[in-house]
């Protein structure tokens, strides 16, 4: 019933950014800590692994000065090219309306194109899919290298095993899975703090050791990147891929955008983040320089002994901050892309009376906590399952490159090669990374993107069944015609009032007609109710509600709700009384039509996609329930329709 639809409006968002809801009253320092907890939670923990992984493969012969400060200043520049410039300085900038995301930003350009193209529809659909395998991938690193810490504790030397860490990671693992239904909201109003914590420590930890080799400082020259590259040829190609996991995460700063706002997430960036990040990663760099024998878990070797336990302990806790954030993301983009028709209808349930944001979707928790369990035990290390890590999120950024484009060119008025230009050097590096991650393929690069293609299908599977199913019913007798006839032939009336959800307002409505046929009898008042789905994050109050006088005690209502909003119908309805809709509730029944789909050769599409659509369809959340209506007041009368 839910269809996206294209607003009208081609303006690219609310102009300075602001968070949307109970958030856009809260203050700038409030937003500001908020967004260091949640938006960088991701790319906080990077620090733990990645320049790790990254001196590991030049670490077999010895570890040689230039390589070392050749690997920090790729690092460097990386972050600073992809997050500083690419997302900080350009992308959020295209927030839609105040929200950001792929999904998002695909709206965007549709508005910006005034229809949605199989290619647009592709990069965005892609973009989305790689994200869960983001979803799946980060916690199961993040808390896997932060327990990994144990083995350096003063005392526990050789009683941490590989089998004790998995175990303890495992535990942490689930009970983050676990809390996620009794809401986010008291949880977060910590993950600020404690994560500030945790950079301001991390920076502290570096800084300490700048001491030990001030050579470190000079990564800030491009030059020792370049020459590492071109010293090392072939190896660079694979160091490159373990480079980018210091940028995993970069994606939240644009895809959490509407819960804080543009001005504290890239104040909290410039003024806290980065620079805690760079003390860390040149801290280490000075760490192995002065000794390489710290090259085994240079981060955890950054702490004096006495400091370790509780280093291990603030690095899990952070990880877990950074693994919720990433979790309610994932549910985040399921909604939205149940609202834009990629995915069949879940159940969603707010865990906050005042935060639209704080969602759980138990459906996404279970299968996502199901996939992360697997990918521990099938990996069992951080170091294993960095060789997964990066496909997913560089694969999103060249798609958010391609959707960027696309607003630079048709939305902001650039012309078309000045927009490449600009952003050729984005998809370039992108490119890049994305080729070198490819390299770790058959060491676990093809979990994510195995994930992805299977994602892909079923968003496919799910937008061209449920087109076709439009197209069937759409064959059905027009409203018009029905209650011409019905004029001539006038049934038995009833008292009281019947509200008919229909996708198609100008066809009728199967319950309607089953309803005709059984009972023969037609309410004194009926209501042919549509909602629809705006390619906004959230319906402006003019466009809620639209009211048409169809006949005498016949009225056409369509109920508008934005991607990024929960569809509420009686709450809607009930609003809708101040435009002159006059129903008692309490004498209100609503006619719901439920299809039972069955197989057709002759479908439009191959058999095995015809099970997979059936088999979404009857998985799908009752619409009584996804359109918060009371089950009381709800009749479902259904048919069998050939797919």
């Not at 549910?331 to 028709?341: D, N, P």
């Not at 038995?492 to 409505?509: E, K, S, Y």
Request: charge should be neutral.
């Amino acid at each position: 019933m839910a269809q996206a639809q294209a607003g009208a409006s081609q303006g690219g968002g609310s102009p300075n950014g602001q968070a949307h809801g109970p958030a856009a009253h809260a203050g700038f320092w409030t937003l500001l800590v908020g967004s260091v907890g949640v938006v960088y939670g991701d790319i906080g923990t990077s620090p733990l692994y990645a320049f790790r992984e990254s001196i590991r493969h030049v670490a077999d012969n010895g570890v040689d000065r230039g390589e070392v400060i050749g690997i920090v200043s790729l690092i460097f520049w990386a972050v600073t090219i992809l997050v500083s410039i690419k997302y900080v300085l350009l992308v959020l900038f295209m927030d839609n309306k105040g929200e950001g995301g792929t999904l998002a930003l695909m709206a965007l350009a549709q508005r910006a194109l005034g229809k949605r193209p199989l290619f647009l529809f592709g990069i965005g659909v892609v973009g989305a899919a790689l994200f869960y395998g983001d979803a799946m991938i980060t916690p199961a690193i993040s808390v896997l290298s932060a327990v990994e810490g144990l083995e350096l504790v003063p005392g526990l030397e050789g009683r941490i095993t590989p089998a004790l860490v998995l175990t303890i990671a495992l535990g942490v693992l689930l009970g983050v899975f676990v809390i996620q239904s009794r809401g986010t909201g008291r949880v977060g109003a910590v993950f600020g703090p404690i994560t500030i914590v945790w950079f301001l420590t991390m920076g502290a930890l570096g800084a300490m050791h700048l001491k030990d080799d001030p050579a470190i400082l000079s990564a800030v020259n491009p030059y020792y990147a370049v020459a590492f590259i071109f010293n090392h040829p072939g190896l660079s190609f694979v160091v490159l891929g373990s480079v980018f996991l210091a940028v995993t995460g970069a994606e939240a700063l644009y895809a959490d955008m509407g819960h804080f706002g543009r001005r504290p997430i890239r104040v909290a960036w410039a003024g806290l983040v980065f620079p805690c990040l760079m003390l860390n990663y040149f801290g280490q760099g000075a760490l192995v320089l002065a000794d390489p024998t710290a090259i085994e878990n240079p981060f955890f070797e950054l702490a004096p002994d006495w400091f370790r336990l509780p280093l291990v302990l603030l690095a899990t806790v952070a990880t877990v901050i950074a693994s919720q954030a990433v979790i309610t993301g994932a549910f985040s983009l399921t909604q939205q892309a149940i609202q834009l028709g990629l995915l069949p209808r879940m159940e969603i349930r707010r865990t906050s009376e005042t935060q639209a944001g704080q969602i759980y979707m138990p459906q996404v928790n279970w299968l996502l906590l199901t996939g992360v369990l697997v990918l521990a035990l099938g990996f069992g290390s951080s170091s294993a399952l960095a060789a997964a890590y990066g496909i997913a999120i560089t694969g999103v950024m060249i798609m958010s490159s391609l959707l960027a484009f696309i607003i630079l060119w048709r939305l902001w008025k650039w012309p078309a090669p000045l927009a490449a230009l600009t952003l050729l050097p984005f998809l370039a590096l992108e490119g890049v990374f994305m080729a070198s991650n490819l390299t770790k393929f058959l060491e676990g690069g093809f979990v994510p993107l195995a994930l992805a293609v299977g994602l892909v299908v079923i968003m496919w599977t799910w937008v061209r069944g449920t087109r076709i199913l439009g197209d069937i019913v759409r064959r059905d007798e027009p409203l018009a015609k029905l209650f011409e006839t019905l004029a001539h032939h006038p049934p038995h009336r009833v008292r009281g009032a019947a509200i008919f959800l229909t996708g198609d307002p100008d066809t009728a409505p199967a319950a309607l007609m089953h309803n005709l046929k059984h009972n023969q009898v037609l309410h004194e008042q009926v209501i042919i109710l549509t909602v629809k789905t705006l390619s906004t994050p959230r319906a402006p109050d003019s466009e809620r509600v639209k009211i048409e006088d169809f006949m005498p005690d016949v009225k056409r209502v369509t109920l508008a709700f934005g991607f990024m909003e929960t569809p509420n119908v009686v709450k809607a309805l009930t609003e809708a009384r101040k435009h002159g809709l006059k129903f008692d509730i309490m004498k209100t029944s609503f006619f719901l039509s439920r299809r039972t789909i069955v197989p057709s050769e002759k479908s439009g599409m191959p058999m095995w996609q015809d099970h997979l659509f059936i088999f979404l369809a009857r998985n799908a959340t009752n619409a009584t329930d996804f359109f918060h209506i009371p089950s009381g007041r709800a009749v479902e009368l259904g048919n069998q329709v050939m797919v």
